[in-house]
């Protein structure tokens, strides 16, 4: 082969590892990488499992369709993804978002929903997956920090108020954030007793060992002490609502059955889930990269988060995203490559063959717990705080985001975010100061005129 054959091939190589960044770091793997990241694949895993279930509960799905989901996509984001620690699987955030855009279609728990919710999924994806190919990555720097910000902690707060009526054992309301605060006031003659016990006991037993013990992963042991506990009391005998039986296995890969129309509607929703996704997964992503020496690439990233989404909706998952309580849990593991999101996905198709039987006695008041705690590092009252001090704009910006959501749910709340964005963007561009320049005598620096 003669040297412009061999420009040509390395050309191509390069080529096709731009979009295939698995060929980047897997040919090259080295053997004392795969401690690390067989431990970072255990530790996400023990996150993913308890998150996973009470996720999927959010997207108003069962606790198995979370199976579903992550596999693929952890393993479809390893492949294409450029980021060596972030873990992009079930996400608080993104499931409120699904279920936001799914509830107003189908009822919770039919076969329309669930087909809604995977078809939101593939229809995320693809247009993640499209804004990466025509060179959309730069899409991020558009969204203000301080509107994310703002948006990301009133979505928290949203979560956090549904999982009060599984804390208190009566049921859920409807509405926005309001709406439910008043529905939980008046339900409070209602409350069982022992399912309020087990919710306050586990919600403090998880803050426990979070803040005590960094290393424990509290979420899997609250799953494994919650469960144990209903099995010895018999806590749904005594009233308190349980998890159920969970199928065993995989769903088989097939395309939502939905019309023309059906797909016209869902197109909101997933505008929302890929701006969303995108803006959440960057920022950790850039920091990670800077932290251990590696670049990422934007317009990738949103190829890795489609493709990562639409292998869920093809799965009979449900939309999927970045999360940071995991991504940051991989890192401290040892994660070296992508390899261990590739451990997690084979470990989560074990649990889903095998394990999902042993899930069924645990208390709903359990996940209620995890979910409420998982939520709470999404909200970032002392960052807002910080602005209104260092910079008063960005703090209005976060509170209109953050009521905005509150106020009008997260699509809608989404919309006024991008607005607001896009308003503070063009006000900053009018604000822009210049000067005329002109050199110094004798110098090769410039001074301003006058």
Known sequence: MNTSQRVSSSGKTHAIARYLPVLGWL????????????????TVLALLIPEGMAYAEIAGLPPQTAFYAAPIGLALYAILGTSRQLVV?????????????????????????????????????????????????????????????????????????????KLFGFESGHGNFWERL???????????????????????????????????????VALILGISLSLLLGLE?????????????????????????????????????????????????????????????PDQELIGLGAANMGAGFFQGFSIGSSLSKSAANDRAGAQTPMALLVCAALTVVVALFFTPFFAPLPEAVLAAVV????????????????????????????????????????????????????????????????ELQPRQGRVDFTPVG
């Open 27 to 42: 040919p090259h793997y080295q053997r004392q990488w795969l401690r690390g990241d067989v431990m970072a694949g255990l």
């Open 89 to 165: 699987a079930v996400s608080a955030a993104i499931a409120t978002m699904s279920a936001v855009a799914v509830a107003p279609l189908a009822a919770a728990g039919t076969p329309e929903y669930a087909a809604y919710s995977a078809g939101l999924a593939l229809l995320a994806g693809l247009i993640s997956l499209l804004a990466g190919l025509f060179k959309l990555g730069r899409i991020a720097s558009f969204f203000s920090e301080s509107v994310l910000t703002g948006f990301v902690t009133g979505l928290a707060l949203t979560i956090a108020i549904k999982q009060v009526p």
């Open 182 to 220: 008043a529905d939980i006031v008046r339900s409070l003659p209602e409350t069982h007793l022992l399912t309020l016990v087990v919710g306050i006991v586990f919600l403090a037993f998880i803050f426990f060992l979070e803040h005590r013990f960094h290393r424990v992963p509290a979420a899997l």
């Open 237 to 297: 005998a005594r009233g308190v609502h349980v998890v159920g039986a969970i199928p065993a296995g995989l769903a088989p890969p097939k395309l939502p059955a939905l019309d023309l129309g059906d797909w016209l509607l869902l197109v909101p929703g997933a505008l929302g889930i890929a701006l969303v996704n995108f803006a959440e997964a960057y920022g950790p992503a850039r920091s990670f990269a800077a932290r251990h020496a590696y670049a990422i690439d």
């Open 372 to 435: 409420v705690v998982a939520v709470i590092g999404m909200m970032k009252f002392a960052k807002i705080r910080r602005l209104y001090a260092v910079r008063r704009l960005d703090f209005w910006l976060a509170i209109v985001a953050l009521f905005g959501v509150l106020t009008f749910e997260a699509l809608e709340g989404l919309l006024i975010a991008v607005i607001v964005s896009l308003l503070a963007l063009v006000w900053r561009a009018s604000q822009a100061r210049l000067e």
